[in-house]
């Protein structure tokens, strides 16, 4: 049976509001790389299916159409700070995705994330245990919901064409 899109977007963001990739924080080291907009000034997360509802009213994001994709998304772009529980899934989750393969859900490092992330390219032993649990769980979840289960599909299809 599909979950509504929606609960499971809630029950993954709860089970991944308050654990961060290290134990002290790791934006010391790369001032907060992934909270950065890129050198056109735009960069974004990438929306789960309807988490724009939850940016309605709020100040400080915009949301644009993310076009590379096969199915409709969307763009958050932030001013490079925000309130913890305003954080969006795939900035609570970020560098690491959860990936259903062979039965069951995995944590993946996000290809995405090398370009940014000093921590990446020393494997997932570089991160906190609860953190690599808190993104496998917020998957179990998700991909119970065929909005978020499609949604991760195309995106891994479109991550797996990235270059490390
Ligand atoms: S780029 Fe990596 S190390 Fe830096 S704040 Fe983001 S997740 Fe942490
Ligand atoms: S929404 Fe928050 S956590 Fe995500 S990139 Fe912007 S400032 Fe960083």
């Not at 409709?72 to 309130?83: D, H, I, M, R």
């Not at 259903?100 to 859900?105: A, E, R, T």
């Amino acid at each position: 049976m599909s979950m509504d899109a929606m609960e499971a977007l809630l029950t993954a963001r709860r089970l991944t509001e308050g654990v961060t990739p290290l134990k002290t924080d790791c934006g010391r080291a790369c001032a907060h790389a992934c909270c950065q907009p890129d050198e056109t000034g735009r960069g974004g997360m990438l929306l789960f299916p309807g988490e724009e509802q939850l940016y309605r009213g709020l100040a400080g994001y915009r949301i644009t159409p993310y076009t590379a994709l096969e199915i409709p998304a969307l763009l958050l772009t932030c001013e490079g700070q925000c309130v913890r529980t305003e954080r969006p899934l795939s900035c609570r989750i970020f560098p690491l995705l959860p990936k259903y393969k062979d039965g069951s859900v995995r944590v993946v490092r996000d290809r995405r994330g090398f370009e940014v992330c000093p921590l990446l390219p020393s494997g997932l032993g570089a991160f906190r245990p609860e953190f690599v649990e808190a993104v496998r769980s917020a998957g179990e979840v998700l991909y119970q919901s065929e909005a978020h289960r499609n949604f991760l599909d195309q995106l891994h299809k479109l991550i797996a064409g990235f270059v490390l």
